[in-house]
């Protein structure tokens, strides 16, 4: 954690904290929104080149994301599939399936 001089180094220490915390849970929900965005481009990639030779695991994550979120066919706003996603990410249902398939995770 930072600190900032306030009258020319007097003063007490002043923590940064609660800003770093503030910023560190900014930028965990951009990552979020990162994979959301990064699991669409995949699982429209694997519905136009198919999905032939995915594992288990992999074949029951893109099923559960196909029954929230259908392949996208024609140019449309994705706004609402990306909040699919970014709440498919956030509430850990995507790991919960792999953990059903292959046990739990560390």
């Known amino acids: 954690m ?3 001089p306030s009258s020319a180094n007097q003063e007490d220490h002043v923590s940064m904290g ?3 915390a503030r910023k560190a849970r900014m930028i965990l929900d951009n990552s979020q929104k990162v994979l959301g ?3 669409f481009a995949s699982s429209q990639a ?4 198919g999905e032939e030779k995915l594992s ?3 074949k029951a994550v893109y099923e559960h994301i ?3 979120v259908p392949p996208v066919e024609k140019d449309i706003a994705m706004h609402y599939e990306l909040v ?3 709440e498919m990410v956030k509430s850990g249902e995507l790991v919960a399936v792999v953990e059903n398939i ?4 560390l």
């Open 37 to 39: 965005i990064e699991l």
């Open 18 to 20: 609660t800003t770093a």
């Open 66 to 68: 196909r029954r929230r």
């Open 46 to 49: 694997l519905w136009l080149l």
């Open 2 to 4: 930072d600190s900032i």
């Open 84 to 86: 699919k996603f970014d």
């Open 56 to 58: 288990k695991a992999t």
């Open 102 to 105: 292959i046990g739990e995770l």
